[in-house]
């Protein structure tokens, strides 16, 4: 009876979830039709670019400031079982706030802000649970669940019903939101997730996403993968250490002036996607699945354009993490279409898979999370291996360059 009450709630959350797909889905056809189909920029795509950005940063350190972010920070907080903050975090677990972050999403992606669907789907997922618990507390799967494991469990059925892939929320449950709790997390987040992402599959968004044949590594590319997984751990560790202190100044602007901080941040995601083509707009699916498949995906050159327009998003609030954003950035520096060597498509897919997960590892310090991740994505088993062993280097060399991670960072910043 519990096992087909998890899989119910599981089906409800994968309901819940199909919302922020539809938007992301949105973004996206919006960069290409606007953007990235036409040798010359459209001013409304421009305006679009500026108008929702501003939005967003008004709103978002304004009359909504509480749904800014990702929402998973009270998550990992609650980890810390800080004494005297449990409750104020679990406000910002609510389901109201689920609600007021649904314009901020909506402004996000319309103005192709760089941020992803992975926080904000996590966030969900635990408050979907916690609010359950809170209308039904005698609900038999929930009831005897410590709170801080509960949301754990939560976010990673979140993450894994919008990306359809139960693994995948499990890996973030255990590696990242409940390192405490351990394996007694795999059924519940495998059984939220499994329905979750059923219900995702049948009425979601169709999927751009397909499996590429790429194969193993092979020995003559590993001098090379080991050359870029070393090049993207210093820059996913240099990613971090950047945007700590920009938050920190942006937001001490946007306390001070708002309005003219919000102009200048919206001008500024504006001529970055001028600058870049469109290029440096919305998550990087539009650049990252190519390259994991061997094709083309935007010039080289847009690399230090989305490297700014990540920065820029995270720290003016937008509701997303830094996972895609780091994923398509490893993924440039392991692929560039232009080429500093002469590859076939699997090659480029190949290398563009170990900077991938290299850059995300680095930034992020979950390793078998971020395997997994460009391994949902690319789809070969046949490089998973290589990804496991990429992704754990590059998350231990950065340690000592980054520190902590953005989300311990901003867990901490709650905690004090």
């Given amino acids: ?26 973004g996206l056809v919006l960069q290409h039709d606007l953007w990235l189909s036409s ?10 670019v500026f108008v929702s950005s501003l939005a967003l940063v008004l709103l978002g350190w304004g009359p909504l400031q509480g749904a800014r972010g990702g929402g998973l920070t009270p998550v990992i907080a609650l980890q810390e079982n800080v004494s005297g903050q449990q409750a104020s975090l679990l406000q910002q677990l609510s389901l109201q706030t689920q609600l007021k972050r649904l314009p901020l999403m909506v402004f996000t992606h319309l103005g192709g802000l760089t941020v992803g669907i992975e926080s904000p789907s996590a966030s969900l997922g635990a408050s979907m649970l916690l609010a359950i ?12 669940l410590p709170l801080p494991m509960l949301c754990a469990i939560g976010g990673g059925a979140g993450l894994g019903a919008a990306f359809r892939s139960p693994l995948l929320g499990v890996t973030y449950a255990i590696e990242e939101l409940g390192r405490s709790s351990g394996r007694s997390l795999v059924l519940p987040v495998l059984l939220l997730s499994g329905s979750g992402a059923g219900i995702s599959i049948l009425l979601g968004p169709e999927s751009s996403s397909q499996a590429a044949v ?14 870029v997984c070393g090049l993207c751990t210093l820059l996913g560790s240099l990613f971090v250490r950047l945007l700590v202190p920009l938050a920190r100044i942006t937001q001490a602007a946007l306390q001070r002036h708002r309005s003219v901080t919000a102009v200048l941040i919206a001008t500024g995601l504006s001529g970055i996607a001028i600058a870049s083509g469109g290029w440096s707009l919305n998550d990087g699916s539009l650049s990252l699945l190519p390259i994991l498949h061997g094709e083309v995906g935007g010039e080289s ?11 820029l998003s995270i720290a003016s609030g937008a509701p997303g993490g830094l996972m895609h954003d780091t994923m398509t950035l490893g993924a440039l520096v392991g692929a560039p279409p232009t080429g500093w060597l002469t590859l076939d498509g699997a090659s480029q897919a190949q290398l563009g898979a170990i900077g991938s997960v290299s850059l995300f590892a680095a930034a992020c310090g979950t390793p078998l999370f971020c395997a997994m991740f460009v391994f949902t994505l690319q789809g070969d ?6 990804l496991l062993l990429c992704s754990a280097v590059a998350a231990s060399l950065a340690v000592p360059l980054r520190g902590a991670s953005w989300n311990e960072r901003q867990a901490l910043h709650h905690a004090a």
């Fill in 301 to 311: 050159s847009t690399l230090p354009w989305r490297f700014l327009s990540s920065l």
């Fill in 1 to 26: 009876m519990i096992l087909l009450l998890l899989l119910v709630l599981g089906a409800v959350l994968g309901l819940f979830s199909l919302p922020y797909q539809a938007l992301s889905s949105l």
């Fill in 39 to 48: 040798y010359s920029i459209s001013p409304v795509a421009v305006a679009l």
């Fill in 214 to 227: 790429v194969g193993a590594l092979p020995l003559g590319l590993w001098p090379y993968a080991l050359l």
């Fill in 133 to 144: 618990r809170r209308r039904w507390p005698q609900f038999a799967p929930l009831a005897a």
């Fill in 381 to 386: 088993p046949a490089m998973l291996p290589a």
